[in-house]
Nanobody, 123 residues
Framework: QVQLVESGGGLVQAGGSLRLSCAAS????????MGWFRRAPGKDREFASC????????YYADSVKGRFFISRDNAKNTVYLQMNSLKPEDTAVYYC????????????????WGQGTQVTVSS
């Protein structure tokens, strides 16, 4: 079992930055692909970013590419999402997810999910 706990969300003005963290329990973190998804009000959950288990491969949704950056620290069992140049349309609940089959843009390929952290970007 893997438990994921997100933190770092909050209220920020457009153009600002936030860094989300996701702390994972268990000893298998270094073998897990990690992803960030988000769900905006009234919308479906969507992929934001993911990182391979070793950190060598990263993927981003077009909507966040060049503004968001994912990283991981396997020694700390933590994955991060640095979010820069935030826009009001980035407002959403952000979820961390872990996958035994490595990084994926498909939510149904993830095995564990966190509870989410709210990010609100004001205009």
């Amino acid at each position: 079992q893997v438990q994921l706990v997100e933190s770092g969300g909050g209220l920020v003005q457009a153009g600002g930055s936030l860094r989300l963290s996701c702390a994972a329990s268990g000893r298998t973190f270094s073998s897990l692909g990690m992803g960030w998804f988000r769900r905006a009000p009234g919308k479906d959950r969507e992929f934001a970013s993911c990182i391979s288990y070793g950190g060598g491969r990263t993927y981003y949704a077009d909507s966040v590419k060049g503004r968001f950056f994912i990283s991981r620290d396997n020694a700390k069992n933590t994955v991060y999402l640095q979010m820069n140049s935030l826009k009001p349309e980035d407002t959403a609940v952000y979820y961390c997810a872990a996958a035994y089959w490595d990084c994926s843009v498909r939510p149904n390929e993830y095995d564990y999910w966190g509870q989410g952290t709210q990010v609100t970007v004001s205009s």
